[in-house]
């Protein structure tokens, strides 16, 4: 079992940055691909960024392909999400997410793992 804890959200003015970071207990991530996702109220939850368990892949939405980029640190059994050149669209609960399946993938429903999500908001 891996429990995923998410931090680094907060209010950020556009241009802004923040990163997020997902703490993992339980298990080590070494072995899981891992991936951000993100949810506003009345839409689905939406792929942001993906690693792979190996951590020399990755894949990003085209929404933030250029701005966000995701990263881990395994020593400290932590993923993190750079978000840079932020955008008020970009306000969300950001959730992590893992998978022990998998090398790498986009598809939400390839995740066993999920944290509590932690919000982001840009303001314009």
């Known amino acids: 079992q891996v429990q995923l804890v998410e931090s680094g959200g907060g209010l950020v003015q556009a241009g802004g940055s923040l990163r997020l970071s997902c703490a993992a207990s339980?298990?080590?991530?070494?072995?899981?691909?891992m991936g951000w996702f993100r949810q506003v109220p009345g839409k689905e939850r939406e792929f942001v960024a993906a690693l792979s368990w190996i951590g020399t892949r990755t894949v990003y939405a085209d929404s933030v392909k250029g701005r966000f980029t995701i990263s881990r640190d395994n020593a400290k059994n932590t993923v993190y999400l750079q978000m840079n050149s932020l955008k008020p669209e970009d306000t969300a609960v950001y959730y992590c997410a893992a998978d022990p399946r998998v090398e790498i993938t986009n598809d939400k429903g390839e995740y066993d793992y999920w944290g509590q999500g932690t919000q982001v908001t840009v303001s314009s």
């Open positions: 339980g298990r080590s991530l070494r072995n899981y691909a």
